[in-house]
Antibody, heavy 116, light 110 residues
Framework: EVYLVESGGGLVQPGGSLRVSCAAS????????MTWVRQAPGKGLEWVAS????????YYADSVRGRFTISRDNAKDSLFLQMNSLRAEDTAVYYC?????????WGQGTLVTVSS | QSALTQPRSVSGSPGQSVTISCSGT?????????VSWYQQHPGKVPKVMIY???KRPSGVPDRFSGSKSGNTASLTISGLQAEDEADYYC??????????FGSGTKVTVL
C-alpha cells in the first residue's frame, strides 16, 4: 500500500525558514513525479510545486517561486520542500502528493504556521 | 495562475444528478486534456475522482463522470448519495509546467 508521511511543520516567524519532508513507501518512488499542494485554513487547494522523477525538472507556482525549493532523494524515497522568506499567507497544511497531472495518493499533511 | 471558477455550492436530493462546472481559459482547461477532480470531506485528505478529463481511477463509483467542452470542464454525480456530500475541486494543467486548482464547490445532499 502507498504511504506518504509528511513531517517538519510547525510555527515559524515571518521571514523565517522551514523544511518539510515526506517519506514515501509502497511504490517505486524514483519512477513518479511528486508534488506539494497546500491548503490554507478554511480555504481551497493550491498547487505549490512539482518535481520530475529524477529531479532534473522542477516547477513552481508564481506565489512561491524564488522562495521555495522542491527536491528529492530517490535513494531514501524522500521528498522535501525548503521554504524561505516565509509570509503569513504561506500558513497552510502542506500535502505531499504522488503524481502531477493526476494526483492519486496524498499524505495526511503537515501544518505550517507563519506568525510572530 | 488565477484559480479556475467553480460554483460555490450545488445541491440535490438523493438519487438525483448534479453537475459541477469548472471554467477556465484556452491557456488551461481549454488547451489541454489534463483536468482532474478531487473530493474532500471535512477534515479529510482530498481524493482523486477523475483524471485526464474523464478517466476514473479504480475504486471510484461509475456514478462519477467527467467531461469537457471548450474552456469548461464538468463533473457529474449521478444517483446522488449521502456520502457524496463534500467539497469538490477541479485542477488543470496550465502550461509552462504549472497547474491550477478551482475555487471549490460544496455539494449538499438535501
Amino acid at each position: 500500500e502507498v504511504y506518504l508521511v509528511e513531517s517538519g511543520g510547525g510555527l515559524v516567524q515571518p521571514g523565517g525558514s522551514l523544511r518539510v519532508s515526506c517519506a514515501a513507501s509502497g511504490f517505486t518512488f524514483s519512477s513518479q513525479w511528486m508534488t506539494w499542494v497546500r491548503q490554507a485554513p478554511g480555504k481551497g487547494l493550491e498547487w505549490v510545486a512539482s518535481i520530475k522523477e529524477d529531479g532534473s525538472e522542477k516547477y513552481y507556482a508564481d506565489s512561491v517561486r524564488g522562495r521555495f525549493t522542491i527536491s528529492r532523494d530517490n535513494a531514501k524515497d524522500s521528498l522535501f520542500l525548503q521554504m524561505n522568506s516565509l509570509r503569513a499567507e504561506d500558513t497552510a497544511v502542506y500535502y505531499c502528493v504522488r503524481g502531477a497531472a493526476g494526483l492519486d495518493y496524498w499524505g495526511q499533511g503537515t501544518l505550517v504556521t507563519v506568525s510572530s | 495562475q488565477s484559480a479556475l471558477t467553480q460554483p460555490r455550492s450545488v445541491s440535490g436530493s438523493p438519487g438525483q444528478s448534479v453537475t459541477i462546472s469548472c471554467s477556465g481559459t484556452s491557456s488551461d482547461v481549454g488547451g489541454y486534456n489534463y483536468v482532474s477532480w478531487y473530493q474532500q470531506h471535512p477534515g479529510k485528505v482530498p481524493k482523486v475522482m477523475i483524471y485526464d478529463v474523464s478517466k476514473r481511477p479504480s475504486g471510484v463509483p461509475d456514478r462519477f463522470s467527467g467531461s469537457k467542452s471548450g474552456n469548461t470542464a464538468s463533473l457529474t454525480i449521478s444517483g446522488l448519495q449521502a456520502e457524496d456530500e463534500a467539497d469538490y475541486y477541479c485542477c488543470s494543467y496550465a502550461g509552462r509546467y504549472s497547474f491550477v486548482f478551482g475555487s471549490g464547490t460544496k455539494v449538499t445532499v438535501l
